[in-house]
């Protein structure tokens, strides 16, 4: 099995940092890319930011290009997310997920984390 766990989450001011952090583990042979999604209350779940993991190339969201910046440590599967600038509509659940994990020479999945909380206050 394949888990995912966030961390770095919090309460901050408007204009403030946080940097959060996705660690993967498991039976885990390779991960094409990972990324980060996020949900506010009373809305769906929308696409922050990608990275593949090989190449490094990396994709964001109108909404936060210029001000998050993902980056990832291949050696430890692990996956990152600085937020600066941060605003009160960035406020949501923040969740890692993982795509194409090669489990097995035959086997590949997606993967999804528990969430963190962020929250801007204005």
């Known amino acids: 099995q394949v888990q995912l766990v966030e961390s770095g989450g919090g309460l901050v001011q408007a204009g403030g940092s946080l940097r959060l952090s996705c660690a993967a583990s498991?039976?885990?042979?390779?991960?094409?890319?990972m990324g980060w999604y996020r949900q506010a209350p009373g809305k769906q779940r929308e696409w922050v930011a990608t990275?593949?993991?090989?190449?490094?190339?990396?994709n964001y969201a109108d909404s936060v290009k210029g001000r998050f910046t993902i980056s990832r440590d291949n050696a430890k599967n692990t996956v990152f997310l600085q937020m600066n600038s941060l605003k009160p509509e960035d406020t949501a659940v923040y969740y890692c997920k993982a795509d194409r994990v090669r489990i097995s020479t035959w086997r590949t999945g997606a993967y999804w984390g528990q969430g963190t909380q962020v929250t801007v206050s204005s």
């Open positions: 990275i593949t993991m090989g190449t490094g190339n990396t």
């Open positions: 498991g039976s885990i042979l390779s991960i094409n890319a």
